[in-house]
């Protein structure tokens, strides 16, 4: 098997999305590309940068390739619904996690750190945290059904066609 195809296989392409996805959230967030290259990749901000990438994935590819097929395409919409609320909190408390452990893994307390209490943990989960996930289940959902979509009308098209030609 070539590095190519099984760079495919196991859908390895979709690694540099989430990184830049997140590069460009927080540069958005920041104001500065710079600043936020020296954040991930010199200060004790990586280890909070790894947890949104980790987890917001998770919660993505969780509804992307078990709650859509299952319960979205089946019909139980009150259902997928309830499951994709619930992913989305739960990302976020794993989010919000990322910064109480890069906080005791670096050297700086927390408030050094963050420039807030650790006490803090309902505003970083709401303001910080919950906002993000949505944001990126939003686009990666976005992204699955607008390729879904795409594939079946292709399908349809193909099938009008051979349908014209046996006519």
Same mark, same amino acid.
């Given at each position: 098997? @070539?590095?190519?195809?099984?760079? &495919? =296989?196991? =859908?390895?392409?979709?690694?540099? #999305? $989430?990184?830049?996805?997140?590069?460009? $959230? $927080?540069?958005?967030?920041?104001? @500065?590309?710079?600043?936020?290259?020296?954040?991930?990749?010199?200060?004790?901000? @990586?280890?909070? #940068?790894?947890? +949104?990438?980790? #987890?917001?994935?998770?919660?993505?590819?969780?509804? %992307?390739?078990?709650?859509?097929? *299952?319960? /979205?395409?089946?019909?139980?919409? %009150? %259902? +997928?619904?309830?499951?994709?609320?619930?992913? &989305?909190? /739960?990302?976020?408390?794993?989010?919000?996690?990322?910064? +109480?452990? @890069?906080?005791?893994?670096?050297?700086?307390?927390? !408030?050094?750190?963050?420039? *807030?209490?650790?006490?803090?943990?309902? !505003?970083?989960?709401?303001?910080?945290?919950?906002?993000?996930?949505?944001?990126?289940?939003?686009?990666?959902?976005?992204?699955? /059904?607008? =390729?879904? $979509?795409?594939?079946?009308?292709?399908?349809? *098209?193909?099938? !009008? =066609? !051979?349908?014209?030609?046996?006519?």
């Amino acid at each position: 098997m @070539s590095v190519k195809s099984w760079i &495919i =296989k196991y =859908k390895l392409y979709h690694i540099p #999305f $989430w990184f830049t996805y997140h590069i460009i $959230w $927080w540069t958005i967030n920041i104001g @500065s590309i710079s600043t936020v290259f020296d954040h991930i990749f010199h200060s004790a901000y @990586s280890t909070k #940068f790894l947890f +949104y990438v980790i #987890f917001q994935a998770i919660g993505a590819y969780l509804n %992307l390739y078990f709650f859509i097929p *299952r319960f /979205l395409y089946r019909g139980q919409y %009150l %259902l +997928y619904l309830g499951l994709v609320l619930g992913t &989305i909190a /739960l990302t976020g408390i794993g989010v919000t996690s990322g910064y +109480y452990v @890069s906080a005791y893994l670096s050297d700086l307390s927390f !408030e050094q750190l963050y420039n *807030r209490s650790p006490q803090d943990y309902w !505003e970083i989960y709401c303001v910080n945290a919950l906002s993000s996930t949505a944001a990126s289940m939003t686009l990666a959902m976005s992204i699955k /059904l607008a =390729k879904n $979509w795409i594939q079946a009308d292709q399908k349809q *098209r193909m099938l !009008e =066609k !051979e349908k014209l030609k046996l006519n």
